[in-house]
């Protein structure tokens, strides 16, 4: 029942009391307008329910903010379809919810539309949304109204959830080379495009001989054409991927908490995409507390991220450090790990005497201006 509903019934009592204590042929006229405009209006609303459509589509699966204090404008599309040439929607109402699963938020909001007759419209439906996660919105019900909003009749109901990441700005990462060499003595198929090392497979530069150079080194058809001795040094073989643990231990209460989550994810964000440019894979892990399992993925591409942010997003932040900890070196056991980035927005002085870092984590705190450098 809508609110037109009761307005309209107040005046048919109201016309019918008028009728009752003046019987004319007025009142009586009035009252029987009253009471078949609502017919009518039910008739219109039945005919009409049959061409029109609705259904729902996320144009755009990533909404990045421009600022850190400034929300994402997560967006959806409603497309509306009136095959009535003549009846246009004249009001139509969509009830949607939405829930950022990372950072507990949930809300609700009404979206209003009107469609010309013989026309499809595509409404953009808008949710502020400051915090990053994966925000999940739903259409749950669209209606459309007659004329008069006497009656509303349903068109479309729970429409399927649309996923839009919240993602935030980037930051400047200053990260020295020698931290994401990740130098393996092993085989591999990925070198540095940076430093030179001792594989011959692989030719990472050619120049002119120097005093201490090995024989066994030098290029002896290109030395023949050139007339001078000339030297091929060797790449540097790189490691499979750079292991980079995500702590959710995330500190603070409200506004602050969600603060220091932002700052995580901007620093997961923007580390990997200046690996991703550099052609350089990582290996994130986290431990999901909920679940009780350490979550493990592998990113390559912009892509992959996007892929990765999606699960990690699943996972809500926690506040117990040790079990972090305990579940983190639960993983390591057995595992070859040459180097890794451990990355936190929490005080790291307990990690030391967990015998998590053994000599070769490095503990970035992404709360500092410059969490390219790491914590010692």
């Not at 048919?12 to 019987?23: E, R, W």
């Amino acid at each position: 029942m809508t609110i037109g509903t009761l307005i309209y019934a107040l005046l048919c009592l109201i016309g019918v009391f008028i009728c009752i204590f003046y019987l004319e042929f007025g009142t009586v006229a009035i009252a029987g307008i009253l009471v078949c405009i609502p017919v009518f209006m039910l008739i219109f609303l039945i005919f009409m329910r049959s061409r029109v459509s609705a259904s729902v589509d996320s144009k755009n699966p990533v909404s990045e903010k421009d600022d850190m204090e400034k929300p994402a404008r997560a967006a959806i599309t409603l497309s509306v379809e009136n095959r009535n040439r003549f009846l246009p929607v004249t009001k139509g109402i969509a009830k949607v919810r939405y829930e950022n699963y990372f950072s507990g938020e949930t809300g609700k909001l009404k979206v209003h539309f009107s469609v010309d007759g013989g026309r499809k419209r595509d409404r953009r439906i808008v949710v502020p949304m400051v915090n990053c996660g994966n925000l999940r919105i739903r259409v749950e019900k669209v209606r459309i109204y007659d004329y008069l909003s006497i009656f509303a009749w349903t068109i479309g109901k729970r429409f399927p959830a649309q996923h839009v990441l919240i993602v935030p700005p980037t930051k400047d990462v200053y990260l020295g080379r020698d931290r994401w060499y990740n130098e393996t003595e092993e085989d591999s198929d990925r070198f540095s495009l940076y430093k030179k090392g001792d594989d011959p497979s692989e030719v990472f530069d050619i120049r002119e001989y120097a005093d201490g150079d090995k024989i066994q080194r030098i290029h002896w058809k290109l030395s023949m054409k050139t007339g001078n001795l000339m030297v091929k040094d060797g790449s540097l073989p790189l490691a499979k991927a750079l292991h980079i643990f995500i702590d959710l231990c995330v500190p603070g209460i409200g506004e602050e908490h969600h603060r220091n989550a932002n700052l995580l994810v901007q620093g997961i964000y923007s580390i990997s995409l200046y690996m991703t440019e550099r052609g350089i894979p990582q290996h994130y892990i986290w431990y999901n507390h909920e679940t009780d399992i350490v979550e493990e993925r592998l990113v390559d591409h912009e892509e992959e991220l996007l892929w990765m942010f999606q699960d990690l997003f699943r996972s809500r932040p926690t506040d117990s450090a040790e079990q972090l900890a305990e579940a983190y070196l639960a993983w390591d056991q057995g595992r070859p790990v040459e180097s890794a980035m451990y990355l936190t927005v929490a005080d790291h002085g307990g990690l030391e005497n967990s015998g998590l870092t053994r000599g070769r984590l490095e503990v970035m705190d992404l709360r500092r201006d410059n969490f390219g450098e790491a914590v010692e």
